[in-house]
């Protein structure tokens, strides 16, 4: 009878363990934060280098001065609101059960997506060919909101799951991850020289 309780424990344990680590291995990936940073810093030297060229054709340098302006006002809206989803997110995860945190994701990724579309259409007709006659075509950007939304939505209900696993300070540690000072946006002047 012995035998047969000590296999059936040792089982058990083995199939916890790989069970595990099969459920932890996606969510500790946060790639898709610092893709949309990068995607996000990616768009404003394309904007610019396309007012410059408007402004070259045209003799006219205010074009660019002010189009730099309304730019780093729109990409400061989205800087922002790139801050407060990270946190609300993490806000989320760690005072939640895992409904309401499931909620709670959605409705902040709703807004964050509503942010990504409004700076994509700006974005978009400021360099679009018909945007300002005589400038020779668009200007293409690998800037997708809705795939963008998506994507972090799925790491965040991943790394939900995997916070849902840990205990204490290990989830608050886990999701620091995505406050870092690296995934922070960089400030429009560094990006719009």
């Known amino acids: 009878m012995k ?10 344990l083995i199939f916890n363990v ?15 934060v610092r893709e949309t940073k990068t995607k ?6 394309l904007v610019v280098q396309h007012l410059q060229n408007i402004a070259t054709k045209e003799g ?5 001065l002010n189009g730099k302006a309304a730019l780093g006002k729109e990409y400061g809206i989205l800087e922002s609101e790139w801050r407060l989803y990270r946190g609300n997110m993490n806000n989320c995860i760690l005072n939640n059960s895992s409904k309401k945190a499931k909620k709670c994701m959605e409705y902040h990724t ?16 400021l360099t679009r060919k018909n945007g300002y006659l005589g400038v ?19 790491t965040y209900f991943n790394a939900s799951s995997a916070a849902a696993r840990m205990k204490g300070n290990q989830k608050t540690e886990f999701l620091e991850q995505t406050m870092a000072e690296d995934i922070k946006l960089t400030p429009f002047n560094q990006l719009a020289k």
């Open 110 to 125: 709703q807004y964050l997506r509503n942010t990504l579309i409004n700076y994509n259409n700006y974005i978009t007709n």
């Open 3 to 12: 035998r047969y309780n000590l296999l059936i424990v040792l089982l058990l």
């Open 40 to 45: 996000i810093e990616n768009t404003v030297p």
């Open 18 to 32: 790989t069970s595990a680590q099969k459920k932890s291995s996606p969510a500790a990936d946060f790639s898709a």
């Open 136 to 154: 020779e075509g668009d200007t293409k950007f690998e800037f997708n909101p809705s795939e963008i939304a998506t994507k972090l939505s799925e």
């Open 60 to 64: 006219n340098n205010s074009i660019l």
